[in-house]
T-cell receptor
Framework: GDSVTQMEGPVTLSEEAFLTINCTYT??????LFWYVQYPGEGLQLLLK?????DKGSNKGFEATYRKETTSFHLEKGSVQVSDSAVYFC???????????FGTGTSLTVIP | GAGVSQTPSNKVTEKGKYVELRCDPI?????LYWYRQSLGQGPEFLIY????????DSGLPNDRFFAVRPEGSVSTLKIQRTERGDSAVYLC?????????????FGEGSRLTVL
Protein backbone atom coordinates (compact mmCIF):
# COMPACT_ATOMS: atom_id res chain seq x y z
CA GLY A 1 0.00 0.00 0.00
CA ASP A 2 0.88 3.67 -0.10
CA SER A 3 3.38 4.82 2.50
CA VAL A 4 5.91 7.47 3.39
CA THR A 5 9.30 7.02 5.04
CA GLN A 6 11.06 10.01 6.46
CA MET A 7 14.33 10.65 8.17
CA GLU A 8 14.33 9.98 11.86
CA GLY A 9 15.14 12.72 14.30
CA PRO A 10 15.63 14.55 16.38
CA VAL A 11 17.69 17.02 14.40
CA THR A 12 19.55 19.85 16.13
CA LEU A 13 21.11 22.64 14.08
CA SER A 14 22.68 25.98 14.75
CA GLU A 15 20.97 29.07 13.42
CA GLU A 16 21.78 29.75 9.72
CA ALA A 17 22.75 26.13 9.08
CA PHE A 18 21.50 24.21 6.03
CA LEU A 19 18.63 21.81 6.58
CA THR A 20 17.71 18.63 4.74
CA ILE A 21 15.01 16.24 5.92
CA ASN A 22 14.74 13.19 3.70
CA CYS A 23 11.43 11.72 2.60
CA THR A 24 10.75 8.82 0.24
CA TYR A 25 7.43 7.35 -0.73
CA THR A 26 5.73 4.27 -2.10
CA UNK A 27 2.50 4.78 -4.00
CA UNK A 28 0.28 3.41 -6.71
CA UNK A 29 -0.18 5.86 -9.55
CA UNK A 30 0.65 9.51 -9.18
CA UNK A 31 0.29 10.83 -5.65
CA UNK A 32 0.39 14.41 -4.45
CA LEU A 33 3.14 15.13 -1.93
CA PHE A 34 3.11 17.43 1.06
CA TRP A 35 5.16 18.69 3.98
CA TYR A 36 3.21 19.58 7.09
CA VAL A 37 4.67 21.34 10.12
CA GLN A 38 3.61 21.30 13.75
CA TYR A 39 4.91 24.14 15.88
CA PRO A 40 4.91 23.69 19.65
CA GLY A 41 1.38 23.86 21.05
CA GLU A 42 -0.25 24.17 17.63
CA GLY A 43 -2.03 21.92 15.15
CA LEU A 44 -0.49 20.59 11.96
CA GLN A 45 -0.42 23.04 9.11
CA LEU A 46 0.54 22.74 5.48
CA LEU A 47 4.04 23.99 4.72
CA LEU A 48 4.26 23.19 1.01
CA LYS A 49 3.01 20.77 -1.61
CA UNK A 50 3.67 19.40 -5.10
CA UNK A 51 1.06 17.65 -7.19
CA UNK A 52 3.08 16.21 -10.07
CA UNK A 53 6.56 15.03 -10.95
CA UNK A 54 9.28 17.70 -11.12
CA ASP A 55 7.08 20.26 -9.37
CA LYS A 56 8.82 22.26 -6.67
CA GLY A 57 6.87 23.37 -3.64
CA SER A 58 8.16 26.33 -1.65
CA ASN A 59 7.13 28.41 1.33
CA LYS A 60 8.87 30.40 4.08
CA GLY A 61 12.28 29.64 2.56
CA PHE A 62 11.63 25.87 2.54
CA GLU A 63 11.68 23.91 -0.72
CA ALA A 64 10.97 20.36 -1.84
CA THR A 65 11.03 18.86 -5.35
CA TYR A 66 8.83 15.94 -6.39
CA ARG A 67 11.30 13.39 -7.84
CA LYS A 68 9.48 10.48 -9.46
CA GLU A 69 12.67 8.71 -10.51
CA THR A 70 13.90 8.48 -6.93
CA THR A 71 10.42 8.53 -5.31
CA SER A 72 11.58 11.33 -3.05
CA PHE A 73 10.40 14.68 -1.73
CA HIS A 74 13.23 15.95 0.46
CA LEU A 75 12.70 19.16 2.45
CA GLU A 76 15.46 21.77 2.34
CA LYS A 77 16.15 25.21 3.71
CA GLY A 78 19.32 27.16 3.15
CA SER A 79 19.46 29.00 6.48
CA VAL A 80 17.31 27.89 9.40
CA GLN A 81 16.09 30.16 12.15
CA VAL A 82 15.18 29.48 15.77
CA SER A 83 11.53 29.98 14.80
CA ASP A 84 11.77 26.94 12.48
CA SER A 85 11.96 24.65 15.50
CA ALA A 86 9.03 22.27 15.04
CA VAL A 87 8.08 18.75 13.99
CA TYR A 88 7.96 18.21 10.22
CA PHE A 89 5.79 15.55 8.59
CA CYS A 90 6.06 14.30 5.03
CA UNK A 91 2.75 13.12 3.59
CA UNK A 92 1.19 11.85 0.42
CA UNK A 93 -2.30 11.73 -0.93
CA UNK A 94 -2.90 8.56 -2.87
CA UNK A 95 -4.54 8.08 -6.24
CA UNK A 96 -8.03 8.08 -4.73
CA UNK A 97 -7.40 11.49 -3.19
CA UNK A 98 -9.22 10.38 -0.06
CA UNK A 99 -6.45 9.32 2.26
CA UNK A 100 -3.36 11.13 3.42
CA UNK A 101 -0.46 8.97 4.57
CA PHE A 102 1.97 10.61 6.97
CA GLY A 103 5.53 9.85 7.94
CA THR A 104 6.53 9.51 11.57
CA GLY A 105 7.71 13.11 11.82
CA THR A 106 11.13 14.69 12.28
CA SER A 107 11.71 16.98 15.23
CA LEU A 108 13.92 19.97 14.45
CA THR A 109 15.50 22.17 17.10
CA VAL A 110 17.44 25.25 16.01
CA ILE A 111 19.75 26.75 18.59
CA PRO A 112 20.96 30.38 18.51
CA GLY B 1 -12.43 31.44 15.26
CA ALA B 2 -12.43 30.29 11.69
CA GLY B 3 -10.33 27.18 12.16
CA VAL B 4 -11.14 23.55 12.93
CA SER B 5 -12.34 23.25 16.50
CA GLN B 6 -12.05 20.06 18.55
CA THR B 7 -13.51 19.35 21.95
CA PRO B 8 -12.57 18.33 24.53
CA SER B 9 -8.89 19.20 24.27
CA ASN B 10 -8.15 16.65 26.97
CA LYS B 11 -10.14 13.66 28.14
CA VAL B 12 -9.18 11.23 30.87
CA THR B 13 -11.37 8.16 31.24
CA GLU B 14 -11.32 4.73 32.76
CA LYS B 15 -10.96 1.49 30.87
CA GLY B 16 -14.30 0.25 29.63
CA LYS B 17 -15.99 3.66 29.48
CA TYR B 18 -17.61 5.30 26.46
CA VAL B 19 -16.09 8.45 24.95
CA GLU B 20 -17.23 11.01 22.39
CA LEU B 21 -14.90 13.45 20.66
CA ARG B 22 -16.31 16.35 18.68
CA CYS B 23 -15.02 18.15 15.60
CA ASP B 24 -16.37 21.39 14.17
CA PRO B 25 -14.80 21.89 10.72
CA ILE B 26 -14.24 25.08 8.80
CA UNK B 27 -17.52 26.37 7.43
CA UNK B 28 -18.09 25.24 3.86
CA UNK B 29 -15.58 22.40 3.97
CA UNK B 30 -17.27 19.28 2.62
CA UNK B 31 -14.50 16.81 3.45
CA LEU B 32 -13.73 15.84 7.03
CA TYR B 33 -11.06 13.45 8.28
CA TRP B 34 -10.26 11.80 11.59
CA TYR B 35 -6.72 10.74 12.39
CA ARG B 36 -5.09 9.22 15.45
CA GLN B 37 -1.58 10.16 16.53
CA SER B 38 0.32 8.12 19.06
CA LEU B 39 3.45 9.41 20.78
CA GLY B 40 6.36 9.63 18.36
CA GLN B 41 4.27 8.61 15.40
CA GLY B 42 2.70 10.37 12.48
CA PRO B 43 -1.06 10.76 12.11
CA GLU B 44 -2.80 7.49 11.27
CA PHE B 45 -5.90 7.65 9.07
CA LEU B 46 -9.18 6.55 10.67
CA ILE B 47 -12.13 7.75 8.56
CA TYR B 48 -13.06 10.23 5.87
CA UNK B 49 -16.42 11.92 5.26
CA UNK B 50 -17.57 13.60 2.09
CA UNK B 51 -20.69 15.46 3.17
CA UNK B 52 -22.78 13.32 5.51
CA UNK B 53 -21.53 9.94 4.37
CA UNK B 54 -18.45 8.04 5.43
CA UNK B 55 -16.66 7.68 2.10
CA UNK B 56 -13.82 5.64 3.55
CA ASP B 57 -13.78 4.07 7.02
CA SER B 58 -11.03 1.57 6.32
CA GLY B 59 -8.79 3.02 9.02
CA LEU B 60 -11.11 2.39 11.95
CA PRO B 61 -9.24 -0.22 14.03
CA ASN B 62 -12.28 -2.25 15.15
CA ASP B 63 -16.00 -2.04 15.74
CA ARG B 64 -15.56 -0.16 19.01
CA PHE B 65 -14.85 2.93 16.92
CA PHE B 66 -17.61 4.75 15.08
CA ALA B 67 -18.02 8.24 13.64
CA VAL B 68 -20.97 10.26 12.42
CA ARG B 69 -21.55 13.50 10.59
CA PRO B 70 -25.33 13.72 10.42
CA GLU B 71 -25.73 17.19 8.90
CA GLY B 72 -22.53 17.33 6.90
CA SER B 73 -20.80 19.69 9.30
CA VAL B 74 -19.96 18.71 12.89
CA SER B 75 -18.62 15.20 13.36
CA THR B 76 -18.43 13.01 16.45
CA LEU B 77 -15.97 10.17 16.92
CA LYS B 78 -17.35 7.59 19.33
CA ILE B 79 -15.29 4.99 21.14
CA GLN B 80 -17.01 2.22 23.09
CA ARG B 81 -15.47 0.10 25.85
CA THR B 82 -12.25 2.09 25.80
CA GLU B 83 -8.94 0.29 26.25
CA ARG B 84 -5.58 1.61 27.40
CA GLY B 85 -4.27 1.20 23.87
CA ASP B 86 -6.79 3.80 22.67
CA SER B 87 -4.78 6.51 24.44
CA ALA B 88 -3.60 8.95 21.77
CA VAL B 89 -4.25 12.37 20.29
CA TYR B 90 -7.25 12.28 17.97
CA LEU B 91 -6.95 14.79 15.16
CA CYS B 92 -9.69 16.17 12.97
CA UNK B 93 -9.05 17.87 9.66
CA UNK B 94 -11.27 19.42 7.02
CA UNK B 95 -10.83 20.29 3.38
CA UNK B 96 -12.76 22.03 0.64
CA UNK B 97 -12.88 18.84 -1.39
CA UNK B 98 -11.11 15.55 -1.83
CA UNK B 99 -7.65 15.75 -0.40
CA UNK B 100 -5.55 15.00 -3.42
CA UNK B 101 -5.16 18.60 -4.45
CA UNK B 102 -6.71 20.33 -1.52
CA UNK B 103 -5.10 21.34 1.74
CA UNK B 104 -6.02 19.67 5.01
CA UNK B 105 -6.73 22.09 7.86
CA PHE B 106 -6.17 20.43 11.22
CA GLY B 107 -7.57 21.12 14.63
CA GLU B 108 -5.32 21.03 17.69
CA GLY B 109 -6.53 17.58 18.62
CA SER B 110 -8.23 15.84 21.53
CA ARG B 111 -5.82 14.06 23.83
CA LEU B 112 -7.44 10.88 25.17
CA THR B 113 -5.96 9.08 28.15
CA VAL B 114 -7.46 5.76 29.19
CA LEU B 115 -6.45 4.69 32.68
Amino acid sequence: GDSVTQMEGPVTLSEEAFLTINCTYTATGYPSLFWYVQYPGEGLQLLLKATKADDKGSNKGFEATYRKETTSFHLEKGSVQVSDSAVYFCALSGHTGNQFYFGTGTSLTVIP
Amino acid sequence: GAGVSQTPSNKVTEKGKYVELRCDPISGHTALYWYRQSLGQGPEFLIYFQGTGAADDSGLPNDRFFAVRPEGSVSTLKIQRTERGDSAVYLCASSLGTGGYGELFFGEGSRLTVL
